[in-house]
Nanobody
């Protein structure tokens, strides 16, 4: 069984920052990559960022490059998403994901999501 629990969402003004955290438990030894997706109201879910668990290689959507940074703490089985220069269009539910498959778009396991709201 795999559990992913997100935290750190909230309300922030445009230009501000938030740091999301995802705690992983269960079969964490089998993770190849972890990541973040988001879904805004009325829109499809989209990829945000991912990180390979062992090598630390990172991948980003073009819309967040230079503003968001994904990182992980292997000892704590946690992955983080530092979000800077937030804009109203970043408003969405953010989901933590993990995958045991060889992929840069991890989507095998999903957390419940955390709401991020950016006011203008």
């Amino acid at each position: 069984q795999v559990q992913l629990v997100e935290s750190g969402g909230g309300l922030v003004q445009a230009g501000g920052s938030l740091r999301l955290s995802c705690a992983a438990s269960g079969r964490t030894f089998s993770y190849y990559a972890m990541g973040w997706y988001r879904q805004a109201p009325g829109k499809e879910r989209e990829f945000v960022a991912a990180i390979r668990w062992s090598l630390g290689s990172t991948y980003y959507a073009d819309s967040v490059k230079g503003r968001f940074t994904i990182s992980r703490d292997n000892a704590k089985n946690r992955v983080y998403l530092q979000m800077n220069s937030l804009q109203p269009e970043d408003t969405a539910i953010y989901y933590c994901t993990a995958d045991s498959s060889r992929t840069s778009r991890p989507s095998g396991y999903w957390g419940q999501g955390t709401q991020v709201t950016v006011s203008s």
